[in-house]
């Protein structure tokens, strides 16, 4: 005998097989028992939860010789007909290959025909949001003055495509998602019956996989029963399904709860090594990490997630990170999801998302405000808010970074790039290259933290631009002669570099009684919150009239740039030119 796809085998021949779909099993039941059979029903639902399989199983329980009756026998000639799709009185339309108004048209035609056999023609058209809309106006034509002995069957991955007219005369039945469980009890169920030695947790990966569709998860099964030999072991379904496994999932968390940066550059070589996906890699990341959320929230994990975790497990990894950060860490997540679909260089994508990640999540909150300010450190303090664009252009320049040291072999550069706390950079200099290239961000001491306050305060009052500046800074080092001093972005670094320099010298030098030189690196900033904030005034906000500021994020994105090159090389802040001049 022809070998036949498990998922054809498996279909469900009655309503009490039909799994996950109660609400519509019971009441097509309920119509057929009391003669209340309807005459077009729409079935909407997402792929592989039972639309034609129920379409099938109502077309026998309308024809089965021994009906119409809500359990069709699967013998009689007509049951077998309609399973075997030869039954000359249902017929099955493929709406995304018929999409012309012929095919309808010759169904109008045929309609009127008693049925060849049975009691009722049942007509299943199938992806009938694909029609095109004279075909559509033809069938409602025929939907609105049916014969009598006409079953319509309309199956539909995207209902709201369906016209509203078109709805309106059909019965609408939505099919649900169906649970893991529900999928994982049926493979069971199938496995068994085929004599296929399995571990139920492979199983269960193959239910998650299959995103709550059993024609997925039964072809998924198919495919993992004709690798394994012995049994279908974890192994081999997480090889087939491509997935990443929790185990080395688990490890990330673990090295991101300890700030582990060389640990997470290291796992994800090696994930790389082995022929994972990244994408595979970050969803099975973020799938855990709401995992850890749901568990901190309700004290369970959910099920459409791939571990089968113990309490114990997830008890203790949750108990590393606060709710707030599993969120940003999620949202981060997604974030790279997104930026990996046009990323030149995946890796970096990755790799910069999982740094961030290490450091704690969110941006660290430097003293004014860290959601997206760009330039503020014009005369007025004028806040030239553009969302996101800090961080982008952090990220940006540090994947410059990054890809000039992985092209210049890198390891000499290493410390410019991210200066290092004292004493990690001697020992990171026999590891590999890449612990080298990804040297810890650059953490600012308690002493920075202190040096910083003070200089805050000493530049406070006469260089209210330069406080802004500073603010978004951290001291990374401090000697006898020099400071050096951290800067989110270029453009910060050029500010400081060009417009204030001599004045942060000079406050320096009032500070510390002798000269310091101030050198300025592009850095990730990472400010200790150990120091109080300096007590400082807010600067206030700029009006209309004082100051003329021009807010950038509302200009076109390409006149932004240009004006942020400008002030890059300039400096300075921007305002509508007056009248008078
Ligand atoms: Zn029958």
């Not at 075909?135 to 319509?152: D, R």
């Not at 997935?243 to 490890?251: P, T």
């Not at 990220?395 to 706390?421: H, K």
């Not at 417009?499 to 030189?517: D, F, S």
Request: hydrophobic share 40%; charged share 25%.
């Amino acid at each position: 005998m022809a070998y036949m796809a498990l998922y054809r085998k498996w279909r469900p021949g009655g309503f009490d097989e039909l799994v996950g779909q109660e609400h519509v099993s019971r009441t097509l039941s309920n119509a057929i028992n009391t003669g209340r059979v309807g005459h077009a029903y729409l079935f909407a639902g997402p792929r592989g939860t039972g639309k034609t399989s129920t379409a099938k199983i109502l077309a026998k329980a309308l024809n089965c010789e021994h009906g119409p009756t809500p359990n069709p026998c699967n013998q009689c000639e007509a049951c077998q007909k309609i399973n075997s799709g030869t039954s000359m009185d249902v017929f099955e339309i493929d709406a995304a290959s018929n999409r012309g108004i012929d095919e309808i048209r010759d169904l109008r035609e045929t309609v009127k025909f008693a049925p060849a056999a049975g009691r009722y023609k049942v007509y299943i058209i199938d992806e009938v949001h694909m029609l095109t809309m004279e075909a559509f106006n033809a069938l409602l034509k025929t939907l609105e003055e049916p014969p009598s002995h006409v079953v319509f069957i309309l199956a539909t991955t995207e209902a709201h495509k369906v016209p509203a007219t078109i709805q309106s005369r059909c019965q609408r039945y939505d099919f649900k998602r169906i649970t893991v469980a529900d999928i994982q009890g049926r493979l069971q169920l199938v496995a068994d019956s085929m004599g296929l030695a399995y571990e139920e947790e492979a199983l269960r990966l193959i239910a998650v996989k299959a995103e709550g569709g059993m024609r997925d998860a039964l072809g998924l099964l198919d495919q993992c029963a004709a690798l394994s030999r012995e049994k279908l072991t974890v192994e081999q379904t997480q090889n087939f399904l491509g997935l990443i496994g929790r185990a080395w999932i688990e490890g990330l968390v673990e090295a991101v709860g300890r700030h582990d940066a060389s640990q997470v550059l290291h796992k994800v070589a090696e994930l790389l090594q082995a022929g994972k996906e990244l994408p595979q890699m970050l969803s099975e990341l973020a799938m855990y990490l709401r995992s850890l959320l749901v568990f901190k929230a309700a004290g369970s994990s959910g099920e459409i997630d791939y571990g089968s975790d113990t309490r114990e497990m997830l008890a203790k990894q949750a108990a590393a990170f606060t709710s707030q950060q599993l969120m940003d860490y999620i949202r981060r997540v997604h974030g790279a999801l997104a930026e990996l679909k046009w990323s030149p260089q995946p890796r970096i994508t990755v790799e910069s998302a999982l740094l961030e990640l290490v450091q704690g999540g969110s941006t660290p909150q430097p003293s004014v405000g860290d959601r997206g300010m760009t330039v503020d450190c014009g005369g007025t303090g004028a806040g030239l808010a553009a969302p996101g664009a800090e961080r982008l252009a952090r990220l940006e320049a540090r994947i410059a970074q990054l890809t000039a040291l992985v092209q210049s072999g890198g390891a000499a550069s290493a410390a410019a790039v991210a200066p290092m706390p004292a004493g990690s950079k001697a020992e990171s200099q026999g590891a590999s290259e890449e612990r080298a290239v990804f040297a810890a961000p650059a953490v600012q001491s308690a002493d920075g933290s202190a040096m910083q306050a003070k200089l805050l305060q000493e530049l406070h009052g006469d260089a209210e631009p330069a406080v802004a500046c500073v603010k978004k800074c951290a001291v990374l080092g401090l000697s006898e002669g020099q400071l050096i001093l951290g800067c989110p972005t270029d453009m910060i670094k050029g500010l400081v570099e060009r417009i204030y320099r001599k004045k942060i010298e000079e406050a320096l030098q009032r500070i510390t009684g002798r000269p310091v030189r101030l050198l300025c690196r592009v850095a990730e900033v990472v400010q200790t919150a150990s120091e109080p904030e300096p007590d400082l005034p807010d600067i206030p906000p700029p009006t209309d009239e004082d100051s003329g500021a021009v807010n950038i994020s509302e200009l076109p994105p390409q006149v932004q740039s240009r004006l942020q090159q400008a002030a890059d090389v300039f400096g300075g802040d921007f305002i509508e030119p007056s009248e008078e001049d």
